[in-house]
């Protein structure tokens, strides 16, 4: 694809109505509107320090436990609700797509943007919390900005793959439900690797070649605590390392080329 | 530069109808067995035509005859099996009027986002904004939601946006059924405009005299095929007589069981068509025929037989038409018989009578040709 027709001005005004469009929509008629995608993570941190302060005790070995929950937690939100937007953009637009032709990518992008800004909007919250606790940030927290580079990549290529093929198969969005519960799981997001490595340090380090994995706890190393077990500081293995980045990219291939592919018969089958 | 706007290379298009959609993965499994699974269903086939640069043309046909498939297609909306669309220029479909409403949203809001996707910028829309909400008449309404506008409202203001698109190439289909006569006659007048202009409009419609005013070239669709292609004149005749000869014969109305009326045209020539009507009635009461030619469903010219010289009980009436006083246009025929008390209708005929004019007309359509009396003379000015 052309890739100066990708950021057309023409291309780039709609993307802009269609998120502007969704955020107005999002929050119509309540009260305390955009607020709420404020507390949202607000009141999240408020459950984990109850929790995870005072009642469990997992997780008390390593410092600053509850932004380290809730900086994974706020990253795996935005990944649920990114991909399900995308999944379900091209099949609401269906109206749309009927009726004029434009082109069809700009649908599910606008759909992972609106996600976007509620990623920084919690962001800026666990800013403020990593602020109030006195966590020093490092040099190496420059390097945040290419995480979540490749969190929305990942995100969105899963967005454009799981958009086209609803359009066929309308339970991929059950199915996709079922795979994200599992996933969270199957993430170290509530628990602390060392949980895993305890019991068989292989498994940790294969835990840690899914992706989100390994973005969620870089991040941590990153910005919250050097204690945090990242796929580099476990695995020697160069090979290894490569494997999360491995598996983006290869996303981004078969979506795009999926999704290039059914696109020019989107309006006949939605 | 050549001056092709669109050219379409024998293009078609069909599509799967499967018996029970499987649009789940169950459906998929449960249902899947080798072999056909669906049915293909053959809308266009084997199409070819150009339309060139400035042309105001016309697709007709009969409902699922392929035309609204073929507009999608040349919006690029759906995509063709086989053949080749080429599309020169920018290109504007108006498939519906305000594509992407919302009705959650002010009108102002649904003028940006119907703007961005006819692929206007928000600056543009900001210098045109003034003009939109004028001209759509519904100043006091813009920070309304949508949702509270009348039906009304709504299309004035799709259209005051649509009519703004910056295009060389616009397709249009059926905007002129909505909407009622005062809105009909600005449509008609941007219709005049565009061909003024040097736009390239394509109109599909099932309104004949759209076509013969507006269309400099026209092409039919039957079953999928192009069955005739030129002038706007000649198409809307093949178009008319198709749905005349295919419309059924009217129904009896049952409006009296005691009379009945049968009509046939027992002779045609060059200049007329002989008509015979049997009539019949089981009272005594003085009755008369009327017979009515109509051309596209509206009566153009009238005669009874003479209220002098009434009827009573059965017989036989015929009257010659002189077909020369008709421009050219497919006619139909109606025929019925009235008491002359009252004027009651008491039958019709059920048979469908219809005549052909054609010939070169110097006029725009009307359906009656007026004698050449003109009288000339020179005033000498000074």
Redesign the interface.
């Known amino acids: 694809m052309d890739v100066r027709r990708i950021f057309s001005?023409?291309n780039r005004?709609?993307l802009?109505?269609?998120v502007v469009?969704d955020f107005?929509?999002r929050y119509?008629g309540s009260a305390l509107g955009y607020l709420w995608s404020l507390f949202r993570p607000l009141f999240l941190f408020g459950i984990l320090l109850a929790v995870f302060g005072f009642i469990l005790k997992v997780g008390s070995n390593i410092e600053h436990y509850p932004i380290y929950l809730l900086l994974g937690i706020v990253l795996w939100n935005f990944f649920v609700e990114a991909t399900n937007n995308g999944l379900h953009s091209i099949l609401n637009r269906g109206?749309?797509?009927?009726?004029?032709?434009?082109p069809k990518y700009i649908i599910v992008v606008s759909g992972t943007i609106s996600a976007l800004i509620n990623l920084g909007i919690s962001l800026i919250v666990v800013a403020i919390f990593m602020l109030f606790s006195g966590i020093e940030l490092r040099p190496v927290a420059l390097a945040f900005p290419l995480i979540i580079i490749e969190l929305y990549v990942f995100a969105l290529a899963l967005a454009f793959f799981l958009s086209a093929l609803y359009v066929?198969?309308?339970?991929i969005t059950y199915?996709w439900e079922l795979i994200m519960q599992a996933a969270f799981y199957a993430t170290p997001i509530l628990y602390p690797l060392s949980l895993v490595s305890a019991k068989s340090a292989i498994i940790a380090k294969l835990m840690l070649l899914n992706p989100m994995a390994q973005m969620v706890q870089d991040a941590r190393y990153i910005l919250v605590t050097p204690q945090t077990d990242t796929l580099i500081k476990l695995s020697h293995n160069r090979l290894a390392i490569a494997i999360p980045a491995l598996i983006v990219i290869t996303t981004v291939v078969v979506a795009g080329y999926y999704f290039k592919k059914s696109s020019?018969?989107f309006?006949?089958d939605v | 530069m050549s001056d092709i706007a669109i050219s379409v290379e024998h293009v078609s298009k069909s599509f799967k109808l499967p018996h029970e959609k499987a649009t789940g993965i169950k459906q998929a499994i449960i249902h899947f067995r080798p072999g056909k699974k669906y049915e293909m269903q053959h809308v266009l086939k084997d199409i070819s035509f150009e339309i060139k640069k400035g042309e105001f043309f016309g697709i007709v046909g009969r409902n699922g005859s392929g035309k609204s498939t073929l507009l999608k297609l040349l919006a690029q909306i759906y995509t063709p099996n086989q053949g080749g669309i080429k599309v020169n220029g920018s290109l504007t479909p108006f498939i519906e009027l305000g594509v992407g409403f919302n009705p959650e949203l002010t009108g102002r809001e649904n003028v940006f986002l119907n703007g961005a996707l006819l692929g206007f910028d928000r600056r543009e829309i900001e210098a045109m904004y003034d003009d939109i909400v004028s001209f759509a008449e519904i100043e006091r309404f813009m920070d309304l939601k949508l949702k509270n506008y009348s039906s009304g409202m709504q299309v004035r203001l799709a259209f005051s946006i649509a009519i703004r698109a910056k295009t060389n190439i616009l397709l249009i289909d059926e905007v002129l059924a909505v909407g009622d006569t005062a809105f009909q006659q600005k449509c008609f007048s941007y219709f005049e405009e565009l061909k003024r202009g040097n736009t390239t409009v394509v109109l599909v419609t099932h309104d004949m005299s759209a076509v013969s005013r507006f269309c400099t070239r026209a092409l039919i669709l039957e079953n999928g095929k192009i069955k005739d292609i030129g002038r706007p004149e000649d198409i809307a005749d093949v178009y008319t007589l198709d749905n005349v000869q295919s419309a059924p014969d009217t129904e009896d109305h049952g409006l009296s069981k005691l009379h009945a009326i049968q009509a046939e045209i027992s002779q045609r020539t060059a200049e007329n068509v002989t008509l015979e009507a049997k009539y019949s009635a089981q009272d005594s009461d003085p009755m008369y025929v009327g017979i009515a030619v109509l051309r596209n469903g509206i009566s153009v010219a009238e005669i009874t037989t003479s209220l002098q010289n009434t009827l009573v009980g059965k017989g036989k009436v015929s009257y010659v038409l002189d077909t020369t006083l008709f421009n050219s246009g497919v006619y139909t025929i109606g025929v019925a018989l009235f008491k002359l008390k009252d004027r009651e209708l008491v039958a019709i005929a059920k048979r469908k009578l219809d005549f052909v004019v054609k010939g070169a007309d110097k006029t725009r359509g009307a359906a009656l040709r007026l004698a050449d009396t003109w009288r000339y003379e020179k005033v000498n000015g000074d």
């Open positions: 001005h023409r005004a709609l802009r109505e269609l469009t107005k929509l119509q109206d749309l797509i009927r009726k004029i032709n434009f066929k198969y309308r339970d199915i020019g018969f309006a006949e």
